[in-house]
Nanobody, 121 residues
Framework: QVQLVESGGGVVQPGGSLRLSCAAS????????MGWYRQAPGKERELVAR???????TYGDSVRGRSTISRDYAKTLVYLQMNSLKPEDTAVYYC???????????????WGPGTLVTVSS
């Protein structure tokens, strides 16, 4: 089994910055994609950012230009740096990974439990 654990959420004022971290652990042969999604109350889950194993990145329209995703391959960590935060960035942020599982060598999606980010004055 693979576990994803997010950290770094909290309350931040509009215009502020926040850095989220996600650590992956467990029976992993290889981590392929890693990324962040978010879900605000009453809304569908949406892509924030993702980074492929080769390093290429994709950003959601709502955060492009204000956020940066990065990975530490050795430590199986993924980070999301968010700047110029707005109240509409308030949401639960979920870490996501596509992992080639040790043993079966199948690609499986995993999700973290989520971390709440609240942007409010």
């Amino acid at each position: 089994q693979v576990q994803l654990v997010e950290s770094g959420g909290g309350v931040v004022q509009p215009g502020g910055s926040l850095r989220l971290s996600c650590a992956a652990s467990g029976s992993m042969f290889r981590i392929n994609d890693m990324g962040w999604y978010r879900q605000a109350p009453g809304k569908e889950r949406e892509l924030v950012a993702r980074i492929l194993r080769g390093g290429s990145t994709t950003y959601g329209d709502s955060v492009r230009g204000r956020s940066t995703i990065s990975r530490d391959y050795a430590k199986t960590l993924v980070y999301l740096q968010m700047n110029s935060l707005k109240p509409e960035d308030t949401a639960v942020y979920y870490c996501h990974a596509v992992v080639t599982v040790q043993g079966s060598y199948k690609d499986v999606e995993f999700w973290g439990p989520g971390t709440l980010v609240t942007v409010s004055s």
